[in-house]
Structures are given as structure tokens and as C-alpha cells.
């Protein structure tokens, strides 16, 4: 059983492209969350998605950032215009479930470097 | 405000020592608790959890305690090896909502 993919590991942009993420969760499940790790700190919470529903972007930053979670394909967390602050770990979780008990799984992260 | 708190920022013990990292939190509505660990450039590896309505739970090797009373819960490890050398993390999330709020990290060493 595959565990979560991401891709790219790692991926350099200049200030002011654009930045695609993209994540495909474990089979069976449904659940998507994307989190942020600036250096020397520990990992935020960005995002929660399920197919085709954003559920909670408490931690997303108002401009700039989008996510989705078509009903086919990858999720993907997009990063427009992207400033050097940006650059950072990006890590994707995916669960079968919500509620209280469900743990999150994590894939390896893209690193991504502003220029 | 940082809600789930890892006071000490590293941490050395040697081989078939046990190691001992803690945590704390703030925020009474949290009622699930979950460490991870994690290497250098990997993502992070879920190790064992326990709900609020526990004080122990157990998974080989690891060891939980949750003091609620003192929000403050705990991570053992016995006996430690060199394999367990990494940063570990303790997360917290509440029955209503599934986002993991993390600590920011123990760095445990594990010498000879």
C-alpha cells in the first residue's frame, strides 16, 4: 500500500512564479491536509480538504494561497507570485476519517526555495 | 500564541537509557494526542497517540502518559536505541476539528 505521494521533492522558483504542489493521498482516503514547516520551526497547519470541498483554511494565508482537491487527480496547494518568506517545507497528510481519532499520515514534503 | 508547547529543544541519552520527552498544552478543548517522529528531508511518521479519556498508552517500546489535570503529557522510550535518534513532535486536535496543532520539536540523540 503506497503511502503519500508528493511531488516535486523539491523545487525552485524566483520571486514572482508561480508554485504547484501536488499530493495524492494513501488509497481509501478522502482526506487531505496540507502543512507548512519554516525552518527551525514546527509544522502549521495550512488546509483541510475533502473531494471537492475546502472544510478548513483557518491556516491559510488570505492572498496568494489556494488549494482544491478535484474529484480525480492530486490535491494541489498553489502559491501565487511567490516572495523568499514562502520558502519552506510544505508536507501533505492524508486520513480515511475525521472526527477524533483519525491519525494523519504524512508524505515526504516538498522543499521549496525562493530565489 | 503557541498552544502545544516542547520546552526543551533537544535531548541526549545513551544506548538502553530511556528517554523521557514532554510536552505541553494549553488549550482544554484538545482531547486527542499524538506524537511523531521525524528524520532530516522525510516527512513525519505517526508513533503512538492517546485519547483524553486515558492516562497511558502503550505500543512496544513506547510509552504515553497524559496528566490532564497538568495539560501536560509525556513520551517514553525503553530502551532507546541509535535508530531513534531523530526530531519528535507532539500534536494535540480537538473532537470537532481534524487539524493537528504541533509542538516544535524535541531532537533526540541517541549515543553509544
Known amino acids: 500500500n503506497a503511502g503519500v505521494m508528493q511531488n516535486p521533492r523539491h523545487l525552485v522558483r524566483r520571486r514572482g512564479q508561480e508554485a504547484r504542489l501536488r499530493c495524492s493521498p494513501m488509497?481509501?482516503?478522502?482526506?487531505v491536509y496540507w502543512y507548512r514547516q519554516l525552518p527551525e520551526e514546527g509544522l502549521k497547519f495550512m488546509v483541510y480538504?475533502?473531494?471537492?470541498?475546502?472544510?478548513?483554511e483557518s491556516g491559510m494565508p488570505k492572498e496568494r494561497f489556494s488549494a482544491e482537491f478535484p474529484k480525480e487527480g492530486p490535491s494541489i496547494l498553489r502559491i501565487q507570485q511567490v516572495v523568499r518568506g514562502d520558502s519552506a517545507a510544505y508536507f501533505c497528510?492524508?486520513?480515511?476519517?475525521?472526527?477524533?481519532?483519525?491519525?494523519?499520515?504524512f508524505g515526504p514534503g516538498t522543499r521549496l526555495t525562493v530565489t | 500564541d503557541q498552544q502545544v508547547k516542547q520546552n526543551s529543544p533537544s535531548l541526549s541519552v545513551q544506548e538502553g537509557r530511556i528517554s523521557i520527552l514532554n510536552c505541553d498544552y494549553t488549550?482544554?478543548?484538545?482531547?486527542?494526542f499524538l506524537w511523531y517522529k521525524k528524520y532530516p528531508a522525510e516527512g513525519p511518521t505517526f508513533l503512538i497517540s492517546?485519547?483524553?479519556?486515558?492516562d497511558k498508552n502503550e505500543d512496544g517500546r513506547f510509552t504515553v502518559f497524559l496528566n490532564k489535570s497538568a495539560k501536560h503529557l509525556s513520551l517514553h522510550i525503553v530502551p532507546s536505541q541509535p535508530g531513534d535518534s531523530a526530531v519528535y513532535f507532539c500534536?494535540?486536535?480537538?473532537?470537532?476539528?481534524?487539524?493537528?496543532?504541533f509542538g516544535t520539536g524535541t531532537r533526540l540523540q541517541v549515543t553509544l
Open positions: 480538504l475533502q473531494k471537492e470541498n475546502i472544510i478548513d
Open positions: 488549550n482544554s478543548m484538545f482531547d486527542y
Open positions: 492517546i485519547s483524553s479519556i486515558k
Open positions: 488509497k481509501g482516503h478522502s482526506h
Open positions: 497528510a492524508s486520513s480515511p476519517w475525521t472526527g477524533r481519532f483519525g491519525e494523519q499520515y
Open positions: 500534536a494535540a486536535k480537538t473532537g470537532t476539528a481534524s487539524k493537528l496543532t
